[in-house]
Each structure stands twice: as C-alpha cells, then as structure tokens.
C-alpha cells in the first residue's frame, strides 16, 4: 500500500511563491511516474504537471514558466515549486501515483490578496 502525504499549501499573496511536497511511503518511488493535479471549486480536476523516473517532465500550458515539478528519490518525495502565483491558481492540489492510481488527501493554496 502506497500513501501519499502532501504539504506546503497555504494563503500567498498574488505574485508570491510556494513549494508544495509529496512524501510517498512503500517501496518503489524511483520507479512510479507521479504528477501533480489541481481542482478549483465548481470545476473538474486538472493536470498541473508530471515527472517519469527518469525525471522528464509535463506542464500545463497554464503553470509553464512558472511551476517546477521534481523528485528527490532518496527522500520518496516529489516537489511543486510554484512562483508567480495567481488567483486562478487557487486550488486544491493532489498528488498522484500514475500506475498504482493513488492519490493524496490534497493541500489548499489560495491565491489573494
């Protein structure tokens, strides 16, 4: 069993950065493509960014130039560095194993000033 813990999500004013992490437990991380997802009220949940275990990676076309997605292997943990936040940012942002389709219980950030 795989569980999936995120943190770092918070109130940040436009403009301003957060980094967001996913600590993943159980055996394998190095292995799994892991992304990260974003659902706004009254919306659907969306794909925000993916990184493979080689460490290439995806971007939606909204965060591109301004989110950065990582893993640290060593630390079972994968990373969101978000800057130049906007309000449409706002969000509730999961982390997500692809191929055993796990998920976190997701952080908040909210984008305002």
């Known amino acids: 069993q795989v569980q999936l813990v995120e943190s770092g999500g918070g109130l940040v004013q436009p403009g301003g950065s957060l980094r967001l992490s996913c600590a993943a437990s159980g055996s394998f991380f190095s292995s799994y493509i892991m992304g990260w997802y974003r659902q706004a009220p009254g919306k659907q949940r969306e794909l925000v960014a993916s990184i493979t275990s080689a460490g290439s990676t995806n971007y939606a076309d909204s965060v591109k130039g301004r989110f950065t997605i990582s893993r640290d292997n060593a630390k079972n943990t994968m990373y969101l560095q978000m800057n130049s936040l906007k309000p449409e940012d706002t969000a509730v942002y999961y982390c997500?194993?692809?191929?055993?389709?796990?998920w976190g219980q997701g952080t908040q950030v909210t984008v305002s000033s």
């Open positions: 997500h194993n692809f191929q055993r389709n796990y």
